[in-house]
């Protein structure tokens, strides 16, 4: 695979920045006090009412979703859910995916 996962908590918070700005409902916590955790697959924020997800494959996209509730609260209740999808020249922009170069081999 040419590209590698490379996801960081100031490129995903800039990414579900500039959307969240798309939607009147939301209105992402300012304190970079969030819980980032990340996988080989996938990366997410955590804020007490709100959660970010964001999975580059099979397709790449960000999920928003404000709750009703805490997330840590049994009773989950999602108020709003919006799923954005990007190119990989945009996760590039942002820094969530790097280009790996490819090793030409010798002959």
Known sequence: MPYRFHPTKRGLYKLAAEKAAELSWLELPKS????????KHSAWLLWPYHKIYFTP??????????????PSDEAKCVRQRKVFNFSLADLQAYGLIKEVPSKESCL
Request: hydrophobic share 35%; net charge negative; aromatic share 14%.
């Open 32 to 39: 970079s006090e969030m819980l980032f955790e990340h996988g």
């Open 57 to 70: 494959s099979p397709y790449p996209l960000l999920a928003v979703e404000q709750y009703g509730d805490a």
